[in-house]
């Protein structure tokens, strides 16, 4: 590959990235259709798969979005039986959320879904390839998360 500039380089990719995701997210579509759920849904059970459980206010926080429009998302979630609500008994206002049975399964097949996916991508291309593409995302969300300091 011949080199190029930095400014270039940031027009391929700022060309690339929004087709690729695209691309990436017509696959995901057909899924999340089956699930009748958002992708901002999908995040929240993803969220509470990994976690077992969460506070709304956490789950806001992770969302970057108001406690006011977590509940929203909550109780379409809680509606559609894939969340439930365990409200704290010492204190109602804590509220946390945990998934029920229908939410874990269909978390559990939409991954398989996503595995099975990158493995047809990335079965492409080789090894090698593979390994780098790896460490330079693992790079970027590094960068991505890396705090600034003060």
Do not use: C, W
Not at 15 to 28: N, V
């Amino acid at each position: 590959m011949s080199k190029i500039s930095l400014p270039e380089f940031a027009d391929k990719v700022n060309r690339i990235m929004p087709l690729i995701a695209r691309e990436f997210l017509k696959k995901q579509a057909q899924e999340l259709f089956k699930g009748k759920i958002t992708l901002s849904q999908l995040f929240i059970l993803d969220y509470l798969y990994k976690e077992g459980y969460a506070r709304m206010t956490d789950l806001a926080h992770f969302m970057e979005v108001s406690t006011a429009a977590m509940t929203g998302l909550v109780d379409r979630l809680v509606r559609d039986g894939y969340v439930y609500r365990i409200f704290e008994p010492r204190d109602r206002r804590i509220i946390k959320v945990g998934l029920t049975a229908k939410g874990n399964a269909l978390v559990e097949r939409i991954d398989q879904q996503k595995k099975h996916m990158i493995m047809e991508i990335f079965g492409r291309i080789s090894q090698i390839e593979r390994s780098q593409y790896l460490n330079i995302l693992t790079h970027i969300y590094e960068i991505l998360t890396k705090k600034k300091k003060p």
